[in-house]
């Protein structure tokens, strides 16, 4: 890939945060992964509260929506509502595969939905795209926070 990328992982199943590490390292998406376990965490981490205060700016989230605390679907919602966060991309990776979820995301204004392979090839497969839609393909927004279209 061209570039690295800040990415935010927010997931709670250290089973999948395990194969989207490997994934990554697989597919050699240039990365430097971020993992919040929860709702609650991934707002403190974009909003540099607590013990986040110096943490990177993300270029991207990946978000679950099956989270404790404060679920994926809130959290989107809360990103797309600040004007601090609203313009990082969001990629829904969830096993949900329902039209409700899915429609959902969208109304939300993720940037994406996916619904995660069962099979680890594919999984790694979707990874690997992901990584290269986002690296290579897409112009991603840096901070822009605070201009007006």
Same mark, same amino acid.
């Given at each position: 890939m061209d570039r690295s990328m800040e990415i935010?992982?927010?997931e709670d199943n250290p089973a999948d945060v395990r194969l989207m590490q490997e994934a990554l390292r697989e597919?050699?998406?240039?990365?430097?992964?971020?993992?919040?376990?929860?709702?609650?965490?991934?707002?403190?981490y974009l909003r540099h509260e607590g013990g986040y205060a110096n943490m990177p700016r993300p *270029? /991207?989230?990946?978000?679950?929506?099956?989270?404790?605390?404060?679920n994926g679907h809130e959290v989107l919602a809360e990103i797309k509502s600040d004007p601090m966060l609203k313009c990082i991309p969001v990629v829904i990776m969830t096993t949900?595969?329902?039209?409700? *979820? /899915?429609?959902r995301s969208?109304?939300?204004q993720a940037n994406c939905h996916i619904t995660k392979p069962a099979d680890i090839d594919r999984f790694i497969g979707a990874v690997g795209i992901l990584g290269e839609?986002?690296?290579?393909?897409?112009?991603?927004?840096?901070?822009?926070?605070?201009?007006?279209a």
């Open positions: 935010l992982l927010v597919t050699r998406v240039g990365n430097t992964l971020r993992v919040a376990a929860d709702g609650i965490e991934a707002m403190a *270029d /991207i989230v990946l978000l679950d929506l099956n989270l404790p605390r404060k949900s595969s329902s039209s409700e *979820d /899915i429609c969208y109304d939300l839609h986002w690296l290579k393909v897409a112009s991603l927004p840096g901070n822009c926070a605070g201009v007006v």
